[in-house]
């Protein structure tokens, strides 16, 4: 077979490992968020987009959509939180609440207008990109899912669903129909013996790791990090000793916007990324974490390198296929997971 | 006989339910005469997607069990017939029935294979297939790829020729209406409540006799038939067909119209068919002008709606509107014959026997070679304090969860290895600890999924009503049984009204009307307040006195005390002692390990 020539074998293999490290740490983001708040979070791959698409706005010196959507549901996670507030009689709270999110949403307006326009390096420019897509992700749980938070796990996935659509549909008014890329953070190429490989992917590789490798250290050594881990565990023991679900929900949220985010900018070199990209990128991230039964990061993260990898090497000799070799895959994985995994018989959630 | 001592069924002298029905049927029916052409063809459109939108209902909102892929079956139905019609040459009157078996046959593997999943595992996977149908259409070359096929001919009805919007809304209205009764006679059958039981899990549902794999299965292709003949419908009216329409987006977007409407109502489907598809057509006018772009913007709004419906109204619109119609009374159908009964074992026979019983939980034994014997006629007693394995042991002889080792044999057969729904069909039948009624059904409703095991009828014969006779017999018996524990005055009351006391004792009746030779109770006092347990206590004596055999797990001493004939009493997962309550009570062992004196390690040294 074509595929397994020596000069094209390492290729594909290392595109695989491109795409498949960026699908490992959305895996991470989809585990975590269902561990601790039982959202499977269908929305994931729009936060990639999302980061793909504000860095090539700021590329072209526009101030992106997401400065828009992420003032919105600063505004409405606000009048959500203050509306509690005020109705447990806490005025000045309340109160403080409003302020706060309108001097923030100044803030971020203000600095976007002023800085977007002056094209600042790369560097600027990526941060400044997790700055508006980061909170996106708390303000998503505070406006979407804390109220459903003790509704079932499919009533939040339908939830999910919605959210996909009404982020994809956004994401259309936001950057339009056409496909962008964005720069490498490390251009050139290196030579490994025969094979040339880009730097880039290089790098994807490395940042990907190094950010597992960060949140391992996050779950086992800071006190946020064991909280979470609590709250997945057991959610009502994790209330029991002080741990709020709200804020451990708030705290998976912007981890995994800020993770996809990240993702979104790895990838963005590699990839023409298009308004409705995210779907196919959260699923093939989803298919690692079922693998991984949505609870083992480690397998979690294994099953995502497999699916990068039998995506590269089917769009070489399949292409129009590479979709349904890779979601008819899941059939069998998600049957051996749901028949190798306890059922509690009654009184489930 | 039966009739004259039960309590007239609260129903209105005017069945006004049936006339608003009615009227909304000929409204239906006028719309294409009146309506300008344009909307005639989204009349179509409702009347085709509340289809798929109603066997939505009875899989996710009924039974529990949330799918994103019936666009794709949608589209097996549509391009079964577009094929045949286009390449073949048939009649669209054989392809429908093609449809069906093409769309059955894969609906009946996809769902051998998923529905054994459990939770959230199934609705990804009805997302993966749904995307591999989609891409499978737009790839193959002999269903047109993405671009379609087309000149798909009219469907002929006695000589005419349905090509006008006006003449095929009626077919499409016929078949939205068929569906509709069908669904809601469905409903209100056996096999309806055991699909309403089943949506708490499988547990409940086993235990009365319901094969709950096999019926998942039922309603699963059920539903995928609906959308196949959905899919014929909109292959006939659009007259061509191309992968678009049975994408997952498309897929989702009946999931939320079911969503919206309300998942649990038939009515909500259609609802939420009209609401959706009224709402896209306004808002694909509206929003591409507002937002200066082409694209499909409405699902922005779809989206938001979705969430807005779960936040604020999780059961949907319909159950809203529905307040403001009149309420249907519940009938009692005239009875004619009555459910075969069971054969009682001799009092004083041996009827339960369980031998050297072990169940092995990793390192744990929470049952260790426990035997007991339980005899035809007498109430048997098992006590123990908290984690003695008396739940276990319950779930043991229910089939719940299957010994590792030893016997257990109920009236001469080994039962050890049967599951729930066997042992149940042999004669057992149970309560539970935690009370599992559903509140929305009337006491009667909930005290006939007990007979479901007693029934014969299937799908087919509930969907068409055919199984009124066997109905009628069920609904009297259980009418007696409500009349036997006390509840028959609130027969037609909803079940969710009921104080925990009195939804104990219907579980009680629940049971009952299987006509068990035994019957399982798991801590029937637990939550009771002291007058509710004296009621409870006097209605067990009753049934014993009636030559019913009761075996109960208790807790509450002074209620087991003076209740039973005979004691067996567990601690750490063996048996204790056994005997009659003023044996038991001189036992000192059984007070040590009640009283907890100090004897501790003894104990704990001859369990390990």
Redesign the interface.
């Given at each position: 077979m074509q595929i397994f020539d020596p000069t094209i074998f390492p290729i594909l293999a290392a595109d695989g490992l491109t795409n498949g490290a960026v699908y490992a740490l959305l895996a991470l983001a989809l585990v975590l968020i269902f561990a601790v708040t039982r959202v499977i979070f269908i929305p994931m791959g729009e936060f990639v987009v999302f980061g793909t698409l504000t860095l090539a706005s700021l590329q072209l010196g526009k101030v992106p959509g997401t400065l828009s959507l992420l003032l919105v549901l600063l505004g409405v996670a606000a009048l959500m939180e203050a509306f509690t507030q005020f109705r447990r009689g806490q005025t000045r709270q309340g109160l403080r609440t409003l302020i706060g999110a309108g001097l923030l949403g100044a803030a971020l307006w203000v600095l976007a207008g002023w800085i977007v326009p002056l094209k600042p390096p790369l560097a600027v420019q990526a941060l400044l990109t997790l700055l508006l897509v980061a909170p996106l992700g708390p303000l998503v749980y505070r406006t979407v899912y804390q109220p459903l938070q003790n509704a079932t796990v499919l009533v939040l996935l339908i939830a999910s669903v919605a959210l996909h659509l009404v982020l994809t549909g956004l994401a259309l008014v936001f950057f339009g129909p056409e496909g962008s890329r964005t720069p490498p953070f490390a251009p050139g190429n290196v030579r490994l013996g025969q094979v040339t490989l880009s730097q880039q992917s290089l790098l994807v590789i490395l940042v990907s790791a190094l950010l597992m490798l960060g949140l391992y250290f996050f779950f086992e050594r800071t006190m946020p990090g064991k909280a979470l881990r609590a709250t997945a565990v057991n959610r009502l023991g994790a209330r029991l000793v002080g741990i709020s679900p709200s804020s451990a929900g708030i705290l998976t949220f912007t981890l995994a916007a800020l993770i996809g985010g990240l993702g979104g900018m790895l990838i963005g070199p590699s990839v023409a990324m298009t308004y409705d990209s995210g779907f196919l990128i959260g699923l093939k991230g989803f298919i690692g974490a079922i693998i991984g039964g949505l609870v083992s990061y480690p397998l979690a993260a294994a099953g995502a390198l497999l699916v990068g990898l039998i995506e590269s090497f089917a769009s070489f000799s399949l292409s129009a296929w590479k979709e349904v070799i890779v979601f008819t895959l899941i059939l069998p994985v998600l049957l051996w997971r749901s028949l190798t995994t306890r059922h509690l018989p009654e009184d489930e959630e | 006989m039966t009739r004259s001592g039960s309590p007239a069924p609260a129903r209105p002298a005017f069945p006004a339910r049936t006339l608003l029905t009615g009227l909304a049927a000929t409204v239906a029916l006028l719309l294409p005469l009146i309506l300008p052409l344009f909307q005639v063809t989204l009349l179509v459109n409702i009347a085709i997607f509340a289809i798929v939108a109603i066997g939505l209902v009875l899989l996710t909102g009924i039974l529990?069990l949330?799918s994103?892929g019936q666009a794709a079956f949608m589209g097996l139905g549509a391009y079964t017939t577009a094929v045949l019609t286009t390449q073949a040459g048939w009649s669209p009157w054989l392809t429908l029935p093609a449809g069906f078996v093409v769309t059955g046959l894969i609906a009946l593997f996809l769902g051998l294979?998923?529905l054994?999943?459990?939770?959230?595992?199934?609705?990804?996977?009805t997302?993966?297939?749904g995307?591999?149908l989609y891409?499978?259409f737009g790839?193959t070359p002999a269903l047109g790829g993405f671009t379609g096929i087309t000149d798909i001919p009219p469907v002929r009805l006695f000589g005419w020729s349905l090509s006008s919007p006006r003449t095929f809304a009626y077919l499409a209205l016929v078949a939205l209406g068929l569906v509709a009764l069908g669904a809601q006679f469905l409903l209100s059958s056996r096999v309806g409540r055991a699909m309403r039981a089943l949506r708490g899990?499988?547990?409940v549902a086993e235990a009365f006799g319901v094969n709950a794999f096999r019926l998942r299965v039922q309603v699963f292709v059920l539903a995928a038939l609906l959308a196949s003949l959905a899919g014929w419908l909109y292959a006939h009216s659009q007259r061509f067909v191309n992968p678009t329409p049975f994408s997952l987006?498309a897929g989702?977007e009946y999931?939320?119209m079911a969503?919206v409407g309300g998942s649990q109502y038939v009515w909500g489907a259609v609802l939420g068919a009209a609401l959706i598809t009224l709402l896209r057509e306004w808002l694909q006018n509206l929003l591409p002008a507002l937002?200066g772009?082409q694209?499909?913007?409405?699902?922005?709004v779809?989206?938001?709606l979705?969430?807005l419906t779960?936040?604020f109204a999780?059961r949907g619109l319909w159950p809203l509107l529905e307040r403001a119609l009149p309420q249907s009374g519940v009938r009692l159908l005239p009875q004619r014959s009555r459910l075969p009964g069971r054969a009682m074992p001799q009092p004083g026979t041996p009827l339960l026997q369980v031998a050297h019983a072990v169940k092995q939980f990793g390192g744990l034994r929470a049952v260790n070679d426990v035997s007991f014997e339980l005899r035809a006629g007498e109430i048997l007693g098992l006590i123990g304090p908290n984690g003695a394995g008396k739940s276990t042991m319950f779930n043991l002889i229910t089939g719940?969860?299957p010994a590792t080792s030893g016997q257990v044999i109920f009236a001469g057969r080994d039962i050890t290895r049967l599951s729930a729904e066997q042992i149940h069909r042999l004669g057992v039948a149970r309560t539970f600890q935690?009370v599992h009624l559903l509140p929305d059904l009337t006491l009667l409703a909930n005290t006939m999924l007990g007979g479901y095991a007693r029934g014969k009828a299937g799908m087919v014969a509930s969907l068409l009503h055919l199984e009124r006779g066997e109905e009628a017999a069920l609904q009297h018996e259980a009418l007696r049984q409500l009349q036997r524990v006390g509840l028959g005055e609130q027969a037609f009351t909803l079940a969710g009204n009921l104080a925990l006391g009195q939804q104990r004792i219907l579980e009680v009746a629940r049971a009952l009307v299987a006509d068990p030779t035994l019957l399982l109770l798991d801590e029937p006092a637990a939550g009771l307040r002291y007058g509710e347990k004296m009621e409870l206590a006097a209605l067990l004596r009753r049934l014993r006195d009636e030559g019913v055999t009761v075996l109960i797990v208790e807790h509450d001493m002074d209620l087991v005390m003076n209740l039973v004939d005979r004691l067996v009493v567990m601690n750490y997962g063996e048996r204790l002692a056994g005997g009659t309550p003023a044996e038991i009570r001189a036992n000192p062992a059984v007070r040590e390990a009640y009283l907890g004196v100090d004897l501790t390690e003894d104990l704990a040294g001859g369990a390990a």
């Open positions: - | 529990g949330t994103f294979i998923t054994r999943m459990q939770g959230h595992y199934l609705p990804l996977a997302i993966a297939w995307m591999s891409y499978i790839n899990g499988p547990v987006q989702i999931l939320f969503v937002i772009a694209g499909n913007f409405e699902v922005i779809f989206g938001v979705i969430i779960l936040q999780p719940v969860a935690h």
